[in-house]
């Protein structure tokens, strides 16, 4: 009787588990922050790689193709461009990390104030951003470049960072309006907590994550708006050199078609800006992924 | 919907008080643009009488306030450079940013939805991860840079499409020849925005694709076509017109770059000039313009997200 039956149950199974762990590097940008890594440090070190004077005027050489002594050739003024590359990278970087900082600075203050405000207040600075982000944007920057004079670099950072910040503030406005009314900003401020505390203490790091993305994307349409200012000839002027105002003079390099003139400054702007963007999204992307039903 | 009226009136009122201000403000000297390098060599007097005559001398409120009442009576005053009434000068150029701007949009927003439509099909497939490798280094490019590349190419080297203008000079009438022209500018103006767009739509209808009733209508065996055509793309539809309807100023605002690098005849490349030569009434007019079509673009985008859901209300 006893050999006959056997008792069934959940039959044992060897519970096989994925030996494949996650590489430290699985899912990371890994390529884009070596290279934008690269690109910095070969900025702030171009003193050393550079063989050239980038302010020089070789007027012997002028519009030089590429060769061994002039790496990426010489531009219709006679400078090397390879320098200029690494200098230019410089200031170009400079201004889109200065004006994230002011755009974000104000958005951050912006947002709060307007969030926390009365309702009518909200109302308003809210519309007043609407009616600030239909201004074409270049346009504001003509006029505000104007207003301040013959372009130098802190100001066209300054320009920039002032017209770049609406967005952003809508979204902290959006975020700190779900917070405000948190159990623990409320005990803040019954404490006697100040406006600044509690902004930096509670709200920010709340909103930084779904802020994070919009702020490394700003770096990205700062630089953008300063090559594409000082191409027109109303950002940065030609002796200062950046990536924009190198293709500044790119009008007299399509004539006597010296392509490196025109493409290697924009690969370099190119990539960084490509750079910075993988990160941007990296920041964003959403981790848990639900399984399609198609 | 009175609320409506009221603050699009509103908001075209504020925006002209700043736009007027500001141009003021900004120094620059209206009468270059006026008399060009004569006024340079003005002397006192005289600069005085021009200055007059435009009514430049009066304070900047009085002058808002004149140039308000004219504009009611839809006199917008003339261009200093043109030396034309501004509504002239802007018909003459309007067209060419319509073609310009108007195809693209189109041209746009019919090319995102099939490349959404196709990454999502083929998701995490090869062409997939192509077109989206792809679609992320072209949104990367400024308009700027792509134009010059693109003219470096296909005009100075191939020599196969004009590097600029609208027309041949003395074939104004001819379609072909105008649409030669616009070739150029006009994957620019696509490629620039074609991206952002894509990747919008293939987010929506992934999301799309995952909700329950996609199992549902699977499990009834419809069909996968049937079901991304009939169902998902119809349900992103709407929200995705109100992305395009937000949109419009966006592509303007494109355009305008490219229509400089070209050298286009068209609305950005009289905007660039009138701001830079403070041609203070035809700015007026081209701000006007373009700041209304961003209100009333935020306008219609609002009405349609209203419509598809009645729960959502912008008061908050």
């Known amino acids: 009787m006893a050999g006959q039956f ?20 699985e899912g990371k940008p890994v390529v884009s922050i070596a290279v934008l890594v690269l690109i910095v440090t070969g900025c702030l070190a171009c003193s050393l790689i550079t063989t050239k004077d980038p302010s020089y005027l070789d007027l012997k050489n002028y519009n030089v193709p590429p060769n061994q002594e002039f790496l990426f050739g010489t531009d219709t003024m006679g400078r090397d461009i390879f320098s200029m590359v690494w200098y230019g990278g410089r200031i170009s970087l400079f201004i889109g990390i200065v004006s994230m900082v002011i755009s974000t600075v104000i958005a951050v203050i ?6 926390c405000a009365p309702a009518w207040a909200d109302h308003l600075l809210m519309r007043f951003t609407e009616i600030f982000l239909s201004v074409p944007g270049l346009l504001l920057v003509i006029f505000l470049q104007a207003a301040l004079g013959e372009a130098n670099v802190l100001s066209l950072s300054f320009v920039i960072g002032i017209t770049g910040w609406m967005s952003i503030s809508k979204v902290i406005r959006t975020e700190v309006r779900r917070l405000r009314n948190s159990e623990y900003v409320i005990a803040s401020r019954c404490m006697g907590g100040s406006f600044f505390h509690i902004l930096w203490r509670h709200l920010a790091p709340n909103f930084v994550s779904p802020v994070m993305f919009m702020v490394v994307m700003n770096v990205r349409s700062a630089i953008v708006a300063e090559s594409t200012l000082s191409f027109m000839g109303i950002g940065l002027p030609v002796e200062v050199i950046s990536w924009g105002s190198m293709l500044s003079l790119a009008e007299k390099a399509l004539l006597s078609n010296s392509w490196w003139m025109i493409l290697i400054p924009g690969a ?20 848990n992924r639900q399984e399609r039903n198609l | 919907m009175r609320h409506k009226i009221i603050y699009v009136i509103l908001s075209i009122f504020l925006l ?3 736009v007027f201000y500001m141009a003021r403000l900004a120094p620059g000297d209206p009468l270059a643009s006026y008399y060009g390098d004569r006024a340079e060599k003005m002397s006192p007097k005289e600069r005085k009488w021009a200055e007059d005559k435009l009514g430049l001398n009066d304070p900047v409120t009085v002058q808002y306030v004149r140039w308000l009442d004219r504009a009611f009576h839809g006199d917008f005053g003339i261009s200093y450079k043109y030396k034309m009434d501004v509504m002239e000068v802007i018909r003459e150029r309007m067209g060419n940013t319509l073609l310009l701007g108007g195809i693209g949009f189109f041209l746009t927003f019919g090319l995102s939805l099939l490349l959404g439509v196709l990454c999502t099909w083929h998701e995490d497939r090869m062409l997939d991860r192509v077109i989206c490798k792809v679609g992320t280094v072209t949104s990367c490019i400024p308009e700027f840079w792509l134009s010059l590349v693109l003219i470096l190419i296909f005009a100075v080297n191939l020599k196969w499409l004009p590097s600029s ?3 041949t000079i003395g074939k104004e009438d001819d379609t072909a020849d105008r649409i030669w022209h616009l070739i150029l500018p006009m994957t620019v103006v696509v490629l620039g925005h074609l991206w952002y767009y894509a990747y919008m739509v293939r987010n929506k209808l992934l999301e799309e694709v995952r909700a329950d009733y996609v199992l549902l209508a699977r499990v009834k065996g419809i069909g996968k076509r049937s079901i991304m055509f009939r169902h998902c793309l119809r349900n992103i539809l709407p929200s995705y017109l109100s992305i395009m309807a937000v949109s419009v100023p966006h592509i303007l605002g494109g355009t305008y770059i490219v229509e400089m690098v070209f050298s286009y005849p068209g609305l950005g490349t009289l905007s660039y000039e009138s701001a830079r030569y403070q041609d203070y009434n035809l700015l007026m007019v081209l701000c006007l313009m373009s700041g209304s079509l961003v209100i009333l673009c935020n306008m219609a985008a ?15």
């Open chain 1, 110 to 115: 912006y947002g709060t104030v307007s969030a």
């Open chain 1, 268 to 287: 370099f702007l190119v990539v960084t800006l490509l750079c910075i963007t993988n990160l941007g999204n990296y920041l964003r992307r959403n981790v």
């Open chain 2, 302 to 316: 609002q009405a349609i997200s209203e419509k598809i859901d009645p729960g959502i209300t912008h008061t908050e």
């Open chain 2, 165 to 167: 203008g609208a027309y």
């Open chain 1, 6 to 25: 056997e008792i069934v149950g959940m039959r044992e199974t060897a519970q096989v588990e994925p030996e494949q762990k996650k590489k430290w590097y």
């Open chain 2, 16 to 18: 002209s008080v700043m």
